[in-house]
């Protein structure tokens, strides 16, 4: 069932909403890359020297080159660990417009729901980037230990917080945030896994990209399902 609900959500991938949703994102994610490095690269360039002195060799140039490449490599490190709960805090921001959309083609005979604030929206979302940032710190300390299965701990972890968090916004827009939390606890497990097959992908870049609309689509189709089973 849940496959299903993921093949659901895949096959509205072409809707305009949904487009403009990732295009946000991507830009936003580009944006957000950009600036950081651009930043990096101005402090290296201000505060490493042109050269160093080296006994018995004299002085060395390239080091602002070498922390260059250095920083770029670090970018590349990091935005593979930082993606997921950056991806988080867009797909939060653009939650509604998804699963509005998802509604109005899947479920157009449902009454219509007040928008959420924006203000409620940017708390929820920026709280869970903070949540997402802290579990994947805590994640790290694992992974010396974890040997082979870094990738399953990674998973584990964003997947019980992607899953958790997607269903409980989409769901309290149905159900209020007490309702969400409720139908939530009934069905952990197969939200779990939902979040986890939706975390897997998010080790990829690009690929990460699709994911955020892709998983508020899929729990949207999940929830109305689950809901509907009551």
Same mark, same amino acid.
């Given at each position: 069932?849940?496959?299903?609900?993921?093949?659901?959500?895949l096959g509205q991938i072409?809707?305009?909403?949904?487009?403009?949703?990732?295009?946000?994102?991507?830009?936003?994610?580009?944006?957000?890359?950009?600036?950081?490095?651009?930043?990096?690269?101005?402090?290296?360039?201000?505060?490493?020297?042109?050269?160093?002195?080296? @006994?018995?060799?004299? $002085? =060395?140039?390239? /080091?602002?080159?070498?922390? #260059?490449?250095?920083? %770029?490599?670090?970018?590349? &490190? *990091?935005?593979?660990?930082?993606?997921?709960?950056?991806?988080?805090?867009?797909?939060?921001?653009?939650?509604?417009?998804?699963?509005?959309?998802?509604?109005?083609?899947?479920? @157009?005979?449902?009454? $219509? =729901?007040?928008? /959420?604030?924006?203000?409620? #929206?940017?708390?929820? %979302?920026?709280?869970?980037? &903070? *949540?997402?940032?802290?579990?994947?710190?805590?994640?790290?300390?694992?992974?010396?230990?974890?040997?082979?299965?870094?990738?399953?701990?990674?998973?584990?972890?964003?997947?019980?917080?992607?899953?958790?968090?997607?269903?409980? /916004?989409?769901?309290?827009?149905?159900?209020?945030?007490?309702?969400?939390?409720?139908?939530?606890?009934?069905?952990?497990?197969?939200?779990?896994?939902?979040?986890?097959?939706?975390?897997?992908?998010?080790?990829?870049?690009?690929?990460?990209?699709?994911?955020?609309?892709?998983?508020?689509?899929?729990?949207?189709?999940?929830?109305h399902r689950l809901n509907?089973?009551?």
């Amino acid at each position: 069932m849940i496959f299903s609900d993921f093949t659901r959500a895949l096959g509205q991938i072409g809707d305009p909403r949904f487009r403009r949703v990732l295009l946000l994102g991507v830009g936003l994610a580009l944006a957000l890359l950009v600036g950081v490095y651009a930043g990096m690269l101005f402090l290296i360039e201000w505060l490493a020297p042109a050269s160093v002195d080296i @006994p018995l060799v004299g $002085p =060395v140039g390239g /080091l602002d080159t070498l922390l #260059s490449i250095g920083s %770029a490599l670090l970018m590349v &490190g *990091l935005s593979i660990f930082l993606m997921v709960p950056v991806a988080a805090l867009f797909s939060g921001l653009f939650l509604e417009d998804v699963a509005q959309a998802v509604e109005d083609r899947h479920y @157009p005979t449902l009454p $219509p =729901v007040p928008r /959420l604030k924006l203000s409620d #929206s940017l708390i929820d %979302a920026v709280n869970f980037f &903070g *949540l997402l940032v802290m579990a994947n710190v805590l994640a790290l300390l694992l992974y010396p230990f974890a040997g082979p299965l870094v990738p399953v701990v990674f998973w584990a972890v964003n997947g019980f917080l992607l899953g958790r968090e997607y269903f409980t /916004l989409v769901a309290m827009r149905r159900l209020g945030r007490k309702g969400a939390k409720a139908l939530r606890a009934r069905h952990n497990g197969a939200i779990w896994l939902a979040g986890t097959l939706m975390a897997a992908p998010l080790s990829f870049p690009l690929v990460n990209l699709f994911i955020p609309v892709l998983g508020v689509a899929t729990f949207t189709h999940m929830f109305h399902r689950l809901n509907s089973a009551r």
